[in-house]
């Protein structure tokens, strides 16, 4: 009897605690399962870009409270290479151009432009920019940076910004003390000369590589290296403290050359599990949070967050590639064989839902040259299975291959249907996981047959869905891992290049899409969507095209 | 035994010779560098050459495993590859948050681990017993990812009595729940380890002996039973530190502490190998220095171990 009791209470006891587990995951999980009616209608009603700022006169004041996933690498331009730093040194720096909401270049320490010829851009400069400890910003500060990103002694992965300037290849060899084609007319006027004409070069301009440093900083530190966390610009914000896995904070810089922001600052905290991001967020400890894709559907669903939700397609065009010079994808009618097998409607419409939609080229939505209807290869088992055969291929002997992918759930959970499909299509096709570091040199080598990767956009203009894609000078690390490798297409793409006539450009940049679509070089799956959360007091809010045009100017907190 | 404490501290240096030597090759075998993570996208291979060799990557394995090796020997222990810190003074930032994280946590788990494991044991197969078999059954079983965002959600975004995550000022209620989360994980251990021990003493024919002599009941446990049983959880428990100061990765990440662990995981993934070197050595360092403490220990609580 003493004994039947006992386990009548742990019975009790482990159903109390259980019951403590599930109340837990149950109230997250609540707004999700009506999600399925309401979905759509509150996608429609959360497609916007924007907060509300239409709710009185902005105020100044507030520390914006945000968040970064990871440390960061660097603070310097010459080395800020991924997106999260490209942010960072944006706010700190400011570039002589700047991009607005959709990404179209607009003036920043360039107050205006000229272009006497094609290969010529006479920038003017504002004349009320200073540097965060006084200095005043002038042309020969341009020039500095400029031929500093150039410079081999200091060692920047982005040289290629500003290969094209006339002069800048003599100055990398050292045969010359500065680069030719950038020319000081006086403080306040630069002059750059290019090469030949080089059409995407102004908005090249709004890259973190090309934003402007003080001379005086740099030169400060023997090795240049340990500038990387004392940066000293002309942004908006000043740099105030970074602490590793910690914090990064930075304030308003109150003489910023077009006003300062209305915020007082930025307290950045780091924090690398998402799901830690959320719930900062949810006790009221963030005032922003990117949306992991997993709760999307709870977060817009829910009255209380859902009106300050804002979501746009972002410039990631994620695609799988096919290795031109490696078995079996040598063959055209393989690549050809695989694009018909996806059915890339359903897949994307079911397992990215919320955060994707269909790809059907490289040119993405939102850059000049997209084009709307196009779809090359829309799901056909039966010629897929054809141009099997054809290339020899049989029940007996399937077209088998590896994709190789970087490890993680949300891969695995998009490709294993993708790999049912080829299967059934008469392929049989292997997936490989890899850690990223690794996959990411296995790739850039050409040793994948088929790997799984994304673009996203370094300046907005077509041209940088094309050329590092796809030119055969560009194979491997460039970012034609592919190999891919078409004398046609590297015409067209130079020719473009070179064209100033816009709708020629526009029309070249097309025909040059055709093509690697024709060639089925990789098979582009789905564009990503992001999904931004504010707190209510928090207006201005933007979502901005291009990765680092946001400097955080029209943001004010209301509280 | 101070001779004992000569040579067994003489044997570090095999050790950790070993370490570094399967630390740098597993290191050097694994594909990708920190070059991918430095250039990042669309960089030439020129550059990368270029970078490579800054690094003195492209040198042969023994040159570079012997050139990091006689910088340690010097006492440098380089800069990051990818933010250019120095490993030294990382370490000596993050490793105070990893040691306070596990000094708490391990709090947690002697106090509560003995405590429930005592009393479980002496009240073997009542209602309480199988309370507490019941929970520490669950909470072995429960990873500490589930865990910590439980708790993180009760604590810190229902109630709002605690700080989500990170170190903020760096006051001990940042501490509170990541010790708790860690601390409760291994008091499950304790706690079951403590109840077998104590089970296994009580029915020794000396705690028959001492109750029949009528000293009364709490007498018997502290002073006989729990003595005795001290001697096997005690050593667990110092190795128990060892676990929770190298092991509080997935705990440092989630709360967003920047301890030694996370940035540790950090400079794998980036292939920054001065400071995977300079932290796998840190770690090891300790571990060995643990694995001597319950050595030593051995040796005060159980009279009858002798060195020699």
């Avoid at chain 1, 997250?28 to 006169?57: D, F, H, L, R």
């Avoid at chain 2, 990382?90 to 948050?97: A, D, L």
């Avoid at chain 2, 020794?204 to 000293?215: L, M, P, V």
Wanted: hydrophobic fraction near 40%; glycine fraction near 6%.
């Amino acid at each position: 009897m003493v004994k039947r009791k006992n386990k009548i209470y742990t019975a009790l006891i482990l159903l109390l605690v259980l019951a403590l587990v599930f109340s837990g995951c149950g109230k997250s999980n609540e707004p999700s399962k009506e999600a399925g009616k309401t979905s759509t209608e509150s996608a429609e009603k959360a497609t916007t870009n924007e907060t509300e700022s239409s709710s009185g006169e902005p105020k100044y004041g507030g520390i914006f409270r945000s968040y970064l996933g990871n440390d960061l690498k660097t603070l310097d331009p010459a080395f800020a290479t991924a997106e999260r730093e490209g942010k960072m040194v944006s706010l700190l720096y400011d570039s002589l151009v700047k991009f607005d909401v959709n990404g179209k270049v607009i003036p920043s320490l360039a107050k205006s432009w000229e272009t006497p010829d094609d290969s010529t851009l006479i920038f003017h400069l504002v004349d009320n920019a200073k540097f965060h400890n006084g200095n005043p910003f002038t042309a020969q500060d341009v020039k500095y940076s400029f031929e500093r990103i150039l410079d081999p002694e200091v060692g920047s992965p982005r040289t290629w910004v500003f290969e094209k300037v006339k002069g800048a290849k003599d100055f990398m060899e050292g045969k010359s003390d500065s680069v030719e084609g950038i020319e000081v007319s006086d403080d306040y006027t630069v002059k750059i000369t290019l090469e030949q004409p080089f059409a995407p070069f102004l908005s090249m301009l709004g890259m973190p590589a090309a934003h402007i440093v003080d001379k005086n900083e740099i030169e400060k530190y023997p090795d240049q290296k340990d500038y990387a966390f004392n940066p000293v610009g002309t942004g908006p914000f000043k740099f105030v403290e970074y602490s590793n896995g910690d914090k990064f904070v930075i304030e308003a810089n109150e003489d910023y050359f077009s006003g300062r922001p209305y915020i007082d600052g930025v307290n950045y905290r780091i924090i690398q599990d998402e799901s830690t991001a959320v719930a900062e967020f949810e006790a009221g400890n963030l005032d922003e949070l990117d949306i992991p894709t997993a709760d999307i559907d709870r977060l817009k669903n829910n009255p209380a967050y859902a009106p300050y939700i804002l979501t746009s397609n972002t410039f990631w065009n994620f695609y799988i590639g096919l290795t031109f010079n490696k078995e079996p994808f040598n063959d055209i009618r393989v690549r050809k064989a695989f694009c018909y097998a996806i059915d890339r409607e359903a897949i994307i419409n079911t397992v990215k839902r919320n955060a994707g939609v269909v790809s059907n080229g490289p040119i993405p939505p939102g850059l000049d040259g997209y084009r709307e209807g196009l779809n090359p290869y829309p799901y056909n088992i039966d010629k897929a299975k054809e141009l099997l055969a054809e290339a020899g291929y049989s029940e007996e002997n399937p077209c088998s291959f590896e994709l190789w992918h970087s490890d993680s759930k949300t891969n695995v959970a998009l490709l294993e249907p993708i790999q049912a499909m080829l299967n059934q299509a008469g392929f049989k096709a292997k997936l490989v996981a890899m850690e990223w570091n690794s996959y990411k040199a296995a790739v850039r080598a050409g040793e994948a047959q088929a790997f799984y990767l994304s673009w996203g956009a370094d300046y907005p203009d077509a041209e940088n869905y094309l050329y590092p894609l796809f030119h055969s000078s560009m194979s491997g690390g460039g970012g034609n891992e592919t190999r891919y490798n078409n004398p046609e297409f590297d015409k067209i793409i130079e020719q473009a290049q070179r064209t100033s006539d816009y709708d020629e450009r526009i029309k070249l940049y097309q025909k040059a899409e055709d093509i690697t679509i024709e060639d089925a070089a990789r098979l582009w799956l789905y564009l990503s969507k992001e999904w931004l959360l504010y707190r209510p007091e928090v207006k201005g809010a933007k979502i901005y095209r291009i990765f680092n045009a946001d400097k955080l100017l029209d943001i004010w907190l209301d509280r | 035994m101070i001779k004992y404490l000569i040579r067994r501290i003489i044997m570090l240096i095999p050790v950790m010779i070993g370490v570094s030597l399967v630390t740098f090759s597993l290191i050097y075998i694994v594909p990708g560098d920190a070059v991918e993570v430095i250039v990042g996208e669309r960089a030439s291979e020129e550059i990368r050459e270029k970078a490579i060799e800054e690094l003195g990557l492209n040198k042969p394995f023994h040159q570079q495993y012997l050139s990091y090796m006689s910088n340690v020997l010097k006492g440098n222990l380089g800069k990051s590859y990818i933010n250019n810190k120095s490993i030294k003074e990382s370490i000596m930032e993050r490793f105070p948050i990893t040691f306070k994280l596990t000094l708490y946590s391990f709090a947690i788990s002697v106090i509560v681990g003995i405590f429930v494991g005592v009393v479980s044991a002496v009240k073997q197969n009542t209602v309480i017993d199988s309370i507490v078999r019941g929970t520490t059954l669950l909470g072995v079983s429960t990873p500490v990812m589930f865990s910590s965002l439980l708790i993180i959600y009760i604590f810190g975004v229902w109630l709002k009595v605690m700080p989500v995550s990170g170190i903020g000022d760096g006051s001990i209620k940042y501490f509170l729940l990541p010790s708790l989360v860690l601390g409760l994980n291994s008091a499950v251990f304790t706690a079951r380890l403590t109840r077998s021990c104590m089970l296994e003493v009580i029915r020794q024919d000396y705690i028959r002996t001492a109750r029949s002599k009528g000293i009364a009941e709490k007498i018997v446990i502290f002073k006989h039973a729990m003595r005795n049983a001290m001697i096997p959880i005690s050593t667990n428990l110092i190795m128990s530190f060892g676990y929770l100061l190298t092991g509080s990765v997935i705990t440092e990440t989630i709360f967003g502490l920047p301890g030694l662990g996370s940035e540790t995981v950090r400079a794998v993934f980036q292939r920054d190998i001065p400071a995977v070197m300079g932290y796998f050595l840190f770690q090891a360092v300790i571990f060995v220095t643990f694995n001597l403490l319950v050595d030593i220990s051995y040796a005060l609580i159980n009279p009858r171990i002798r060195f020699n």
